[in-house]
């Protein structure tokens, strides 16, 4: 009787230690080596998210965890859809996103969430299927950045125009509609001529609007580009007509596209953020969401411009950083990339 109250004894121990030890491996975090990320962006084949590759990669030899990234070849809301969607039966533990048009993104992302896949958004301020949203800086102020540069420019008097990738691309239509509203508040002496034109991500489509806008407004001062290839394909439209002295082009570009048309004037000023480090910190967010950590106020992703994040008020999702940048002819080749 003894031995075998004994054996039960040593049994039950065995099976409460084989119990804890289940219980420790299941709280653990999960290996990143284990874990696959996909990036999935506007379009795949320009500067802007060439760059952004580079910090999905260095996100990868970082952490270990397994990256890639993907985008159409043009900025079709329908493709970046049937992107998601294909990713979602290969269950990766993360998609990063950053949407051409976030409304027609909510439905394919609410079905990856639905399937365990952590989602993170950049540029998409407001959309609900998404575990976070990601901001480089506040959309509104970096609008108003803008407009004050290119009204000193224009010494606040002239007609102007917006280029921005699509009415649908919600940060830059948040860029040139509190420029706008700054506009009219406090350089009364500037006009926008017309609502904002669509160029679609593509440098030769802003460079022939850009044409167009030229001939129909020839008394025009100012152009504001919103999408990495509008501002270059504004400013050769300008070069090509010989008006780089006298019309102010202001935007968002990549320093080494820019820099030649900086150097002329065809560009007064650019506007940006590096985008390696938005991958980064996108991607970042991901894999602490994975790891069951939080993502709140002060969070620190150790990712330059991303050191102290802050919730935007009025959304229960969106965080911004602190990464606006700003270049001239002076300073672009203080940014290598």
């Given at each position: 009787?003894?031995?075998?109250?004994?054996?039960?004894?040593?049994?039950?121990?065995?099976?409460?230690?084989?119990?804890?030890?289940?219980?420790?491996?299941?709280?653990?975090?999960?290996?990143?080596?284990?874990?696959?990320?996909?990036n999935?962006?506007?379009?795949?084949?320009?500067?802007?998210?060439?760059?952004?590759?580079?910090?999905?990669?260095?996100?990868?030899?970082?952490?270990?965890?397994?990256?890639?990234?993907?985008?159409?070849?043009d900025?079709?809301?329908?493709?970046?859809?049937?992107?998601?969607?294909?990713?979602?039966?290969?269950?990766?533990?993360?998609?990063?996103?950053?949407?051409?048009?976030?409304?027609?993104?909510?439905?394919?992302?609410?079905q990856?969430r639905?399937?365990?896949?952590?989602?993170?958004?950049?540029?998409?301020?407001?959309?609900?299927?998404?575990?976070?949203?990601?901001?480089?800086?506040?959309?509104?102020?970096?609008?108003?950045?803008?407009?004050?540069?290119l009204?000193?420019?224009?010494?606040?008097?002239?007609?102007?125009?917006?280029?921005?990738?699509?009415?649908?691309?919600?940060?830059?239509?948040?860029?040139?509609?509190?420029?706008?509203?700054?506009?009219?508040?406090?350089?009364?002496?500037?006009?926008?001529?017309?609502?904002?034109?669509?160029s679609?991500?593509?440098?030769?489509?802003?460079?022939?609007?850009?044409?167009?806008?030229?001939?129909?407004?020839p008394?025009?001062?100012?152009?504001q580009?919103?999408?990495?290839?509008?501002?270059?394909?504004?400013?050769?439209?300008?070069?090509?007509?010989?008006?780089?002295?006298e019309?102010?082009?202001?935007?968002?570009?990549?320093?080494?596209?820019?820099?030649?048309?900086?150097?002329?004037?065809?560009?007064?000023?650019?506007?940006?953020?590096?985008?390696?480090?938005?991958?980064?910190?996108?991607?970042?967010?991901?894999?602490?969401?994975?790891?069951?950590?939080?993502?709140?106020?002060?969070?620190?992703?150790?990712?330059?411009?991303?050191?102290?994040?802050?919730?935007?008020?009025?959304?229960?999702?969106?965080?911004?950083?602190n990464?606006?940048?700003?270049?001239?002819?002076?300073?672009?080749?203080?940014?290598?990339f």
């Amino acid at each position: 009787m003894r031995r075998r109250r004994t054996a039960l004894l040593s049994a039950v121990g065995v099976t409460a230690t084989l119990i804890a030890g289940a219980t420790s491996i299941a709280g653990a975090s999960p290996d990143p080596k284990d874990m696959t990320m996909v990036n999935v962006v506007k379009i795949e084949g320009i500067p802007w998210f060439d760059r952004m590759a580079v910090g999905d990669q260095n996100f990868a030899k970082r952490t270990g965890v397994q990256t890639s990234q993907e985008g159409g070849d043009d900025t079709s809301p329908e493709k970046q859809v049937q992107i998601v969607a294909d990713l979602i039966p290969r269950r990766p533990t993360a998609i990063t996103v950053v949407p051409n048009s976030p409304e027609s993104l909510e439905d394919v992302l609410g079905q990856a969430r639905a399937q365990g896949i952590k989602v993170v958004s950049h540029e998409a301020t407001g959309i609900q299927n998404v575990d976070v949203d990601i901001e480089a800086f506040d959309n509104a102020a970096f609008g108003r950045q803008i407009v004050q540069s290119l009204a000193q420019c224009m010494g606040g008097q002239g007609s102007y125009l917006q280029f921005v990738q699509s009415l649908a691309a919600k940060t830059h239509m948040q860029w040139v509609n509190a420029a706008y509203d700054m506009q009219v508040a406090e350089f009364p002496g500037m006009t926008r001529v017309e609502g904002p034109i669509e160029s679609f991500n593509n440098e030769q489509t802003a460079y022939e609007n850009a044409k167009t806008v030229l001939s129909k407004y020839p008394n025009i001062k100012g152009f504001q580009g919103s999408g990495s290839t509008d501002t270059p394909g504004i400013a050769r439209a300008v070069r090509e007509a010989g008006l780089a002295n006298e019309i102010c082009v202001m935007g968002t570009a990549v320093p080494a596209v820019a820099a030649k048309y900086l150097a002329d004037g065809a560009i007064d000023r650019i506007f940006f953020w590096d985008p390696a480090m938005a991958g980064e910190a996108a991607l970042q967010i991901a894999l602490m969401l994975a790891q069951g950590r939080p993502i709140e106020a002060g969070t620190n992703l150790n990712v330059p411009g991303y050191e102290s994040l802050t919730k935007l008020d009025g959304y229960d999702n969106v965080f911004v950083g602190n990464a606006a940048l700003e270049a001239d002819a002076r300073t672009v080749s203080h940014y290598p990339f």
